[in-house]
């Protein structure tokens, strides 16, 4: 919880994205090796706007750092499957690549191209999953999903995307209410064939949280549980 990025270089980070995934054996098990992984990550890195203040590169690893520890130490990844956990940690370290510095609000109140194009839904994170499917992974080198979809796959990477596509909007502030709503009921319910969603929803809203502020690391030992309910139930 302690892992503050700011401490670092933009470059020493890039490498934590293949050491977190490398801790579930997603790179054995999407076929994907280390040096790719690395390639890509320093790729995110230059795509994130360096004049943000906040929606940058040292931001989208937090998130990734802070998702690995909901998924980790708070008992997340226990009701995942590590296709799941792949498609989260994906989404968390390149929800805002391209960020402008600035929110949906004002892309929408200043009538922006990229408003336009989305036609005021979740402007910026529909922007990013356009660069992530776009530029980013047809990027020379930095295609995750190459040896997947030559082993006959297709399915899977069909199903990677499109979690992440899903986590990513998740992160609109737009959205943020209407996922308390569905954590709340879904808790009260406890329903264990939407835990998953229950699960992820949450997680991936480590968005909102600090990274190496100790005023702002609350207990999360009992995280999950206290989302998903008790299994015994």
């Known amino acids: 919880w302690q892992f503050d990025v700011l401490r670092y270089e933009r470059p020493a980070l890039v490498r934590v994205f293949s050491l977190i995934v490398g801790h579930y054996g997603i790179p054995e098990h999407f076929c994907v090796s280390l040096e790719r992984l690395d390639l890509f990550s320093k790729t995110v890195m230059e795509w994130h706007n360096p004049s943000a203040a ?35 940690l994906l989404a968390a370290l390149v929800h805002d690549v391209d960020h402008a510095g600035h929110n949906n609000d004002f892309e929408i109140k200043s ?69 308390l709503k569905e954590l709340v009921q879904l808790h009260d319910e406890k329903k264990k064939k939407k835990k998953k969603v229950g699960v992820c929803a949450a997680v991936v809203n480590c968005d909102c949280c600090k990274n190496g502020d100790d005023d702002n690391n609350c207990d999360h030992d009992d995280y999950t549980s206290i989302v998903v309910g008790d299994d015994n139930d």
């Open 54 to 88: 906040y929606h940058n590169w040292y931001h989208g690893v937090s998130c990734c750092q802070m998702t690995f520890c909901l998924l980790k130490e708070g008992g997340a990844d226990q009701y995942l499957t590590r296709l799941e956990v792949y498609a989260l």
């Open 111 to 179: 009538r922006s191209l990229k408003a336009s194009i989305y036609k005021n839904d979740a402007v910026l994170e529909n922007h990013s999953i356009k660069i992530l499917e776009n530029e980013i992974l047809k990027e020379d080198g930095c295609n995750l999903f190459e040896q997947l979809v030559m082993d006959g796959r297709t399915e899977e990477v069909d199903e990677i995307l499109e979690k992440c596509r899903n986590y990513i909007l998740w992160t609109d502030p737009a959205r943020h209410g209407t996922l």
